[in-house]
């Protein structure tokens, strides 16, 4: 199985609409990442956290939130999804500063 | 501040030839270094890191990269393409404390018979 699972891993949604995609591990880690692919940009930081009540903003979380239900999980947020949130979403966790492992990634689009 | 810059969004080579993704940083304070790889429809796999001492890091896959800190360089290199290395390569720098990552943008590689 694998240690870093998202659900969905595809979403077909409208203007507007909330969603939520979500992301477990089995690693054991402390810290959990969402980051947000887009072509030619790269991957960008949206929210961390290091511990369930340690959450802190990355560099675009506008428009995001999240919730850390519990060591394993860390979930994503879009209140009112807009188009220019189609993106490739990862999911990472890492005990420490050294190395993050990936999930699978939850492609999103948004109608 | 971090940041990352992959000189180059597609890089094509032939089977068999020598590979090299330039990747440069900025940084404030001593970075930790990565490459990734991102293979079609799949996640991101750690490739390599520098964390300290040797600056010639040697990877999975036959890859290996130099961290130079002079030209603030952490370049990605193969000897010899395969075309089972056709894929999206990023490199990424953190601190030392927090660990989040900062990307490059990413460069493609294909690799032709």
């Known amino acids: 199985d694998a240690d870093v699972t998202q659900t969905p891993r595809n979403r077909i949604t409208k203007t507007g609409k909330r969603i939520m995609l979500e992301c477990s591990q089995t690693?054991?880690?402390?810290?959990m990442y969402w980051y947000r692919q887009d072509p030619g940009l790269g991957l960008r930081l949206i929210y961390y956290s290091f511990d369930v009540k340690d959450i802190n903003k990355g560099e675009i979380s506008d428009g995001y939130s999240v919730s850390r239900q519990a060591q394993a999980k860390f979930s994503l947020s879009l209140e009112s999804a807009i188009p220019n949130q189609t993106a490739l979403y990862f999911c990472a966790t890492s005990a420490g500063a050294v190395e993050q492992y990936f999930g699978p990634g939850t492609r999103l689009t948004v109608t | 501040a971090q940041s990352v810059t992959q000189l180059g969004s597609h890089v094509s080579v032939s089977e068999g030839a020598l590979v090299l993704l330039r990747c440069n940083y900025s940084?404030?304070?001593?970075?930790?270094l990565f490459w990734y790889v991102q293979y079609p429809n799949q996640g991101l796999q750690l490739l390599l890191k520098?964390?300290?001492?040797?600056?010639l890091v040697k990877g999975i896959n036959g890859f290996e990269a130099e961290f130079k800190k002079s030209e603030t360089s952490f370049h990605l290199t193969k000897p010899s393409a395969h075309m089972s290395d056709a894929a999206e390569y990023f490199c990424?720098?953190?601190?030392?404390?927090?660990?989040?990552?900062?990307f490059g943008q990413g460069t493609e590689l294909s690799v032709k018979p």
């Open positions: 690693k054991g880690h402390d810290r």
């Open positions: 990424a720098v953190s601190d030392r404390i927090e660990g989040k990552l900062i």
């Open positions: 940084s404030s304070v001593p970075p930790y």
């Open positions: 520098y964390t300290t001492g040797a600056t």
